[in-house]
Nanobody, 119 residues
Framework: QVQLVESGGGLVQAGGSLRLACAAS????????MGWFRQVPGKERESVAT????????YYTDSVKGRFTISKDNAANTVYMHMDSLKPEDTAVYYC????????????WGQGTQVTVSS
């Protein structure tokens, strides 16, 4: 099993910045990639950014390209997402997720952290 603990959410004004962190523990050797997803009430959860743990392959959804940066610290089993130029539409609960090497789906999830961007 893998446990994920998120931190770093909060309230920020539009144009501001936040950094989210996700610390993984447990069977971290089994993780292929990790990512950040977000969800607002009434909408489906969407993938925001992902990163492979071996190598540096990243993915960003179009709406955050150029504003969000995902990074990792393999020694600390931690993935970060630095969010700049935040917009009110970035307001959501952000979830960290991890996918095992033998899984097609993200099979480990954190508890979620609220990000609120005021206009």
């Amino acid at each position: 099993q893998v446990q994920l603990v998120e931190s770093g959410g909060g309230l920020v004004q539009a144009g501001g910045s936040l950094r989210l962190a996700c610390a993984a523990s447990g069977r971290t050797f089994s993780i292929y990639d990790m990512g950040w997803f977000r969800q607002v009430p009434g909408k489906e959860r969407e993938s925001v950014a992902t990163i492979t743990l071996s190598g540096d392959s990243t993915y960003y959804t179009d709406s955050v390209k150029g504003r969000f940066t995902i990074s990792k610290d393999n020694a600390a089993n931690t993935v970060y997402m630095h969010m700049d130029s935040l917009k009110p539409e970035d307001t959501a609960v952000y979830y960290c997720a991890a996918r095992s090497v033998n899984s097609a789906q993200y099979n480990y999830w954190g508890q979620g952290t609220q990000v609120t961007v005021s206009s």
